[in-house]
């Protein structure tokens, strides 16, 4: 079945890096995504990696992609309070929806 | 270039009531999908339309329908409303036909059923 995976909360220090991961079960997806969303807002694109693709940067952000193991990580270099969010990866099914994690959130202390 | 927009931002309606939701896709977007977030939880799929009709359809019944116009705005109609229909509804919109049908996100609407 479809299921996308995440931890629940993550809390770092102003300036760390900090590593959201999360699993997907379906392997014919084409590309997966990092939203964020802030408390009452929609959500905002990130950033996304092709499928077959190992790694991708984006400035602070690097994603990388472990087909085999179906599992990607979303690191933030230099977190900054802005970065407080909640964090939703995201699988594109063959039909065109999203299927997305639960959402991790991110506590950023200064 | 616009962005998403959805209308309205809040709602309070009653159980048993109909509601209608709205939303305009980005310039250049031909598709439009609907989720829907309980509060805590990852957005759920509804349904996708993609010139002017279904496109694909998430675990959701029949109660809630939609509408796609020519100019790609979208409309989410929820009938017989039920407590559990509470939560933020959002629409995305995307581009069909390239390799890359990214989605965009609007800012969505907090329905609050009592």
């Known amino acids: 079945g479809e299921d996308v995976e995440q931890s629940l909360f993550l809390s770092v220090r102003e300036g760390d890096s900090s590593v959201i991961n999360c699993t997907y079960t379906?392997?014919?997806?084409?590309?997966l995504y990092w939203y964020k969303q802030e408390p009452g807002a929609g959500l905002q694109l990130l950033t996304y990696?092709?499928?077959?693709?190992d790694m991708k940067q984006d400035q602070r952000l690097t994603v990388l992609l472990n087909k085999k193991d179906k599992h990607l990580s979303l690191r933030i270099a230099d977190t900054q309070t802005g970065d407080s969010a909640i964090y939703f990866c995201?699988?594109?099914?063959?039909?065109?929806?999203?299927?997305f994690g639960q959402g991790t959130t991110l506590q950023v202390k200064p | 270039e616009t962005g998403v927009t959805q209308s309205p931002t809040h709602l309070i309606k009653t159980r048993g009531q109909q509601v209608t939701l709205r939303c305009s896709s980005q310039?250049?977007?031909?598709?439009v999908s609907w989720y829907q977030q309980a509060l805590g939880q990852g957005p759920q799929f509804i349904f996708q339309?993609?010139?002017?009709?279904?496109?694909g359809r998430g675990n959701f019944p029949p109660r809630f329908s939609g509408l796609q116009f020519p100019n790609y705005s979208s409309e989410l109609n929820v009938n017989a409303l039920e407590l559990d229909d509470s939560a933020l509804y959002l629409c995305?919109?995307?581009?069909?036909?390239?390799?890359?049908?990214?989605?965009?996100f609007g800012p969505g609407t907090r329905l609050t059923v009592l």
């Open positions: 310039s250049g977007h031909n598709t």
């Open positions: 379906d392997s014919s997806s084409t590309y």
């Open positions: 995305a919109s995307s581009y069909s036909g390239g390799a890359l049908d990214t989605q965009y």
């Open positions: 990696i092709f499928s077959n693709m």
């Open positions: 339309y993609y010139r002017e009709e279904e496109n």
């Open positions: 995201a699988e594109s099914s063959n039909t065109g929806k999203l299927i």
